[in-house]
C-alpha cells in the first residue's frame, strides 16, 4: 500500500515561501504601536494570496504556521488563551480567504476581520487594564486593534484585487 502524504512538495513549498515572504515584510514596519501590532508593508498578502491559491488545508495550515513564525519572532506570552488568539488563531483566520475564492477581495477582508476579532478578545481579556482611565475596554481593544489592522485591510485588500484583475492569482496553478 502507498503512502500519500498531507501535502504535496509544492503545497509546501507554497507554504513555506508564502511564510518566508509575510515574515520579512513583517519587518518592515511603517508604524508600530507601543503594545504589539503594526501597520507593516504588506505582510499578510504572501499568506493571503496563498489560500487564494491552495485548498483550505494548505491555506490554514500555512496560515497557522505564519503566527507560530510570529511568536518566535516577537513573542509576547501572558497566559495560554491569549498565546492561542494572538497568533495561531489570529493568524491562522487568514487562511479563511480560501473559503471565498470567487471575491479575492472579499475572502482577504474576511480572514483579516476573523484576525481582528481575535486580537480584540485577546485584548480586551488579557489586556483591558491598558485602557485609559474612563475609556471601556471593549472600545480600547476595538479602537487599539483597528487602528493597526484597518490600514492592512486596505493595502492587502487592494493589493489582493490588483493580482486577481491582473490573473495572477491562479496564474502558477
Known sequence: MKHRSLFTA???SEMAIAIALSTV???????????GGSITAGSMIPIIYLALRNRP???ITGAVLYGVVQFMVEPFFVHPIQLL?????AFGALG?????KKYPSVGASIGIVLRFICH?????????MYAPEGINPLYYSA????SYLLPELIVTAIFI????????IDAYK
Do not use: H
Open 10 to 12: 509544492r503545497e509546501v
Open 25 to 35: 515584510l513583517s519587518f518592515i514596519k511603517v508604524f508600530q504601536m507601543p503594545q
Open 57 to 59: 488545508k494548505v491555506a
Open 85 to 89: 488568539l494572538d497568533y495561531p488563531f
Open 96 to 100: 479563511i480567504a480560501t473559503l471565498i
Open 120 to 128: 480584540f478578545l485577546s485584548g480586551f481579556i488579557f489586556f483591558g
Open 143 to 146: 479602537i487599539y486593534n483597528g
Open 161 to 168: 484585487y490588483i493580482l486577481s484583475k491582473k490573473k495572477l
